[in-house]
């Protein structure tokens, strides 16, 4: 289990390699990337992402650590920025193995709802009108309860 809370960029496709090497008794990897999106206005800036150093390291790894359990995987992976990102930059990532691709898929899905819902992170976008902290949403929320 590897979960790293970072601000600088990093390779996908390195990552996604080296997590796969790792798991050659695996019949699964399941790998989601998210990516900063601009407005449908097309007016943002850059999203401003903001967290407390060891909280949110310890609550992902909680999270993770159930997932890992709740669908027998072999591994899980997270990374998520923080810092100044501008549109069209990876955000974060995650990766799950499993003996089979309906546990890797639905803990990768569970991992990707809870980082988007529940993760101790606070976004700001930073757009042509001004500074906006991003509420939450309810289809966020919405997408949780499911699990």
């Known amino acids: 289990m590897y979960v790293k809370i970072q601000e ?12 796969s090497q790792r798991h050659s008794k695996m019949g699964a990897i399941a790998t989601f990337t998210g990516i900063v999106r ?3 206005d097309e007016t943002l800036k850059a999203m401003e992402i903001e967290h407390y150093p060891g909280m949110a390291e310890k609550a992902i790894s909680e999270i993770v650590q159930s ?6 995987l072999g591994d899980a992976l997270v990374i998520h920025r923080f810092g100044t990102l501008a549109p069209g930059e990876i955000i974060m990532m995650v990766a799950t193995a499993a ?49």
Do not use: C
Not at 99 to 126: C, G, N, Q, T
């Open 8 to 19: 600088a960029a990093f390779d996908v496709g390195a990552q996604i390699n080296a997590f």
């Open 38 to 40: 601009d407005n449908d």
């Open 67 to 72: 997932a890992v359990e709740r669908w027998s």
């Open 99 to 147: 003996v089979h691709r309906k546990d890797a898929f639905e803990a990768a899905e569970f991992l990707m709802d809870y980082l988007k819902s529940r993760a101790p992170f606070w976004k700001k976008e930073i757009t042509k009108e001004g500074v906006t902290w991003v509420p939450s949403k309810q289809n966020d929320e919405d997408a949780l309860d499911r699990w």
